[in-house]
C-alpha cells in the first residue's frame, strides 16, 4: 500500500487559506468536499477508480513530522500558534468513498470528505496525487486487457515509468486494472503481485552463440522456459534454435513455455512462428509479442488472425499513453453556516464543463435483468433514491480515525475489478467511438443546481 505519511506533499496554497481560517477562528467549521473526474481519459466513456485504498490509509496515517513543522517554519510565513496547530494536527473528518477498483463516470462523487474545514483542505493535493494516477494506469490496463483478455497481459513498464513511486504504483494500479503479473520486483515483494520475466537480449550476446544461450536458459529454468528470438533474425536463427532446444526438451520430460518477439512485423512473424512450431510438434509453446503495444495495436493483431497468446506491455500502460493525465478534481460542496446548519456551494465559471454540483451526494446505479449497469442517478443524499433495484456507490470508509470497511485483498480487487467491466454495455466499452453512458441528476439536486445558478449568475 502507499508510504505516503506527511500531508506536506501539498501545495503552499492549502497552507496559507489554512493560515487565514485559523486566524479568522472558523478553521473548525464543518464541510463537505467531492473527489471525482470532469471526463474519461484515452477516448473513452468508464474510468477504474483506483487509489482509493491508498487514500484511506493515508488520512489514516497522516502526521506532521518534526522535520516538516521546521521546514515549514523556515518559510517565515506562519506564527507559531498556527505552527503548533499543525504539529498536533490528525485526519479527523470522516469519509464515504467507492469501493477500490469501482467503475465510474464523470461528474459523480467517488470520494466524499466531511470534516472541518482546515482539515479536508489540506488533503486536497494528497488525494488527487494517491487517484488520480492510479486511476488512469488502472483504467488503461482494464482497456487493454479487455480485448488482449485478461489472463493474456504482462506489465513491465518500470524502466519506463515516471519514476521509482510512478513505477511501483503503475505496477498495482495496472494488476488491478486486469494484468496478470508484473515484472517489477518490488511491486511483486510488497503487493504480492505475481512477478513474470523472460531474459534480455543482452542475455543471448552474452554467449558465443544463441543456440548456447538457449540451451543454458533451458538447463536453468526447465519448467519456466520462454526464450526471446529475435536478437539476429527472428525466424532463420531465433526460431530455428528455440525449436532444436524444444526439441532437446522434450525428450528430458520438459516443454519449451514459449518464445517472445519483440520487434518486427509482429503479425508476420507470430503466424509464421505458430507455423513452425506446430510443424516441429511443440504445439504447447507460446508465443509472447511484446514491444510497444497498446489496446490499438493488439486490437490489430487480433482482427488479423496473429495466434499470440500473451502480451507484455510496457511503456504504453505505465505512462498512460495518450492522456498523461486524468481530469480528477477536488470540490467543496457545502460548509457549516454559523447556525449550524450546511449552505450548500458549487463553482460556476463561464466554462461550464467546470462548473460543480452542490451539496452532499450520493451516486445510484442501476442493472438490467441480466445484471449489466444501466444507469447511474447524483442525487442530493437528503432526497434519497427509491429506484428498485440500484445501489448506492459511495459506502462509509473512515471514520474516527479508523477504517471503517474490510481490507481486501489485491487479487479479489481485481476480480472484482474483471467482473464490473464485463458488466459495462457493450457500445459503452468498445474501442472505437464508444456510447455514452447515461449518468442523471436527480430532481432534487437539479432543482437545487437550477436555483444555485440563478442566484449566482445574477
Same mark, same amino acid.
Given at each position: 500500500m502507499s508510504n505516503l505519511k506527511s500531508p506536506i506533499l501539498t501545495d503552499l496554497y492549502?497552507?496559507?487559506?489554512?493560515?487565514?481560517?485559523?486566524?479568522?477562528? &472558523?478553521?473548525?467549521?464543518?464541510?463537505?468536499?467531492?473527489?471525482?473526474?470532469?471526463?474519461c481519459p484515452f477516448q473513452g466513456e468508464?474510468?477504474?477508480? !483506483?487509489?482509493?485504498d491508498d487514500a484511506l490509509l493515508?488520512?489514516?496515517? !497522516?502526521?506532521?513530522?518534526?522535520?516538516?513543522? !521546521?521546514? @515549514?517554519?523556515?518559510l517565515h510565513i506562519f506564527d507559531?500558534?498556527?505552527?503548533?496547530?499543525l504539529s498536533d494536527w490528525r485526519f479527523d473528518?470522516?469519509?464515504?468513498?467507492?469501493?477500490?477498483?469501482?467503475?465510474?463516470?464523470?461528474?459523480g462523487p467517488v470520494f466524499r470528505v466531511r470534516g472541518p474545514l482546515g482539515s479536508c483542505q489540506l488533503?486536497? &493535493?494528497?488525494?488527487?496525487?494517491? @487517484?488520480n494516477f492510479s486511476s488512469l494506469i488502472a483504467t488503461k490496463a482494464a482497456r487493454i486487457c479487455m480485448i488482449a483478455g485478461f489472463d493474456a497481459v504482462m506489465e513491465f513498464g518500470a524502466r519506463r515509468a515516471q519514476g521509482p513511486d510512478g513505477a511501483l504504483s503503475a505496477s498495482r494500479a495496472a494488476y488491478i486494472g486486469g494484468c496478470m503479473g508484473t515484472s517489477n520486483m518490488e511491486a511483486g515483494k510488497m503487493f504480492g503481485i505475481p512477478v513474470k520475466g523472460t531474459h534480455a537480449h543482452s542475455y543471448v550476446m552474452s554467449y558465443p552463440s544463441e543456440l548456447e544461450s538457449f540451451r543454458r536458459y533451458a538447463e536453468v529454468f526447465p519448467n519456466a522456459t520462454i526464450l526471446l528470438v529475435d536478437t539476429y533474425?527472428?525466424?532463420?536463427?531465433?526460431?530455428?534454435?528455440?525449436i532444436k532446444v524444444g526439441h532437446e526438451m522434450k525428450k528430458?520430460?520438459?516443454?519449451?513455455?514459449?518464445?517472445?518477439?519483440?520487434?518486427?512485423?509482429?503479425?508476420?512473424?507470430?503466424?509464421?512462428?505458430?507455423?513452425?512450431?506446430?510443424?516441429?510438434?511443440?504445439?504447447?509453446?507460446?508465443?509472447v509479442a511484446s514491444g510497444d503495444l497498446d489496446e490499438y495495436s493488439i486490437y490489430a493483431l487480433k482482427e488479423q488472425g496473429a495466434p499470440i497468446d500473451i502480451y507484455g506491455v510496457g511503456t504504453r500502460l505505465v505512462t498512460g499513453h495518450e492522456s498523461p493525465a486524468i481530469a480528477g478534481v477536488y470540490k467543496m460542496s457545502a460548509i457549516e453556516h454559523t447556525t449550524g446548519t450546511y449552505e450548500m456551494r458549487m463553482k460556476v465559471t463561464d466554462h461550464t464543463d467546470k462548473t460543480s454540483l452542490p451539496g452532499i451526494k450520493q451516486v445510484y446505479r442501476s442493472f438490467d435483468t441480466q445484471g449489466m449497469m444501466a444507469g447511474d442517478c447524483i442525487e442530493l443524499e437528503s432526497a434519497g433514491f427509491d429506484t428498485p433495484g440500484s445501489v448506492p456507490l459511495l459506502t462509509p470508509a473512515l471514520y474516527g480515525g479508523a477504517i471503517v470497511r474490510p481490507e481486501r485483498a489485491l487479487p479479489d480487487i481485481r476480480k472484482y475489478v474483471i467482473a464490473s467491466v464485463q458488466s459495462i454495455p457493450a457500445d459503452v466499452v468498445r474501442l472505437m467511438h464508444p456510447s455514452r453512458y447515461p449518468v442523471s441528476i436527480g430532481p432534487a439536486l437539479t432543482e437545487t443546481r437550477k436555483k444555485m445558478m440563478h442566484e449566482l449568475s445574477g
Open positions: 492549502e497552507l496559507t487559506m489554512m493560515y487565514v481560517w485559523f486566524l479568522s477562528g &472558523t478553521i473548525n467549521n464543518q464541510s463537505c468536499f467531492d473527489l471525482f473526474f470532469r471526463s468508464y474510468i477504474i477508480a !483506483a487509489g482509493i493515508f488520512l489514516r496515517d !497522516a502526521r506532521f513530522s518534526k522535520e516538516d513543522i !521546521a521546514y @515549514i517554519r523556515s507559531d500558534a498556527f505552527l503548533a496547530w473528518g470522516s469519509v464515504h468513498a467507492v469501493d477500490e477498483g469501482t467503475v465510474v463516470f464523470p461528474g488533503v486536497e &493535493t494528497a488525494l488527487l496525487n494517491c @487517484i533474425d527472428t525466424i532463420r536463427s531465433g526460431m530455428v534454435h528455440a528430458q520430460g520438459n516443454t519449451l513455455a514459449g518464445v517472445r518477439l519483440d520487434s518486427g512485423d509482429l503479425l508476420s512473424l507470430s503466424k509464421e512462428a505458430r507455423r513452425m512450431l506446430d510443424e516441429a510438434g511443440l504445439f504447447e509453446t507460446k508465443i
